[in-house]
């Protein structure tokens, strides 16, 4: 399966800052799934219209199974990841935010403020996540047991997890 990480950051993608999410996410993806995956990371500014443009290149052109992006999911004013989403998703799924925002307000008070989203696009499953690699172990910890699920009821192929660092779900199955 192929796995792109979109990270969205004005300074990452002006070379101003040094990506560190990205390589948490990659680093998370090796240690938990399985199955053979493909993994690209992307650097991309902040701004609606930009991340619009490379989501619906990775699940329209390239038909990416899996989008992870980071960063711009807060209130400031650059911070317009889910405009972007709301823009490209065909089918939302909520319970991904709701969850990621729930499990984090145990660590952060801030986590309130997070506007986490996911969706599908086509065969192509995509999540945002928080631009902390703290958070962002925490988040994929707390909704990345249905996501193999997910992938397989959107077309997008099959991916599994070592059960001994996270058990994938699927109903039926023990």
Not at 93 to 121: D, H
Not at 135 to 158: H, K, M, T
Request: glycine content about 8%; proline content about 7%; hydrophobic content about 40%.
């Amino acid at each position: 399966m192929r796995i792109t990480i979109l990270t969205i950051s004005d300074r990452a993608s002006r070379g101003e800052y040094e990506d560190i999410s990205g390589p948490a996410i990659e680093d998370w993806l090796k240690k938990t799934v399985s199955t053979p995956i493909e993994i690209e990371r992307r650097i991309v500014s902040d701004g609606v219209e930009v991340v619009r443009d490379a989501l619906v290149e990775l699940c329209d052109q390239e038909q990416v199974g899996m989008v992870l992006t980071t960063g711009g999911t807060g209130p400031a004013p650059r911070d317009l990841t889910p405009e972007a989403m709301q823009a490209v998703i065909t089918k939302p799924l909520p319970g991904f935010g709701e969850l990621m925002r729930r499990t984090s307000l145990n660590y952060v008070p801030t986590a309130i403020l997070s506007r986490q989203e996911a969706g599908v696009r086509g065969k192509t499953f995509v999540l945002n996540l928080p631009g902390s690699p703290a958070s962002i172990e925490v988040c994929l910890n707390a909704v990345f047991a249905a996501v193999p699920y997910c992938l397989e009821l959107i077309g997008a192929g099959f991916l599994d997890t070592d059960p001994n660092v996270l058990k994938s779900h699927r109903p039926g199955k023990k």
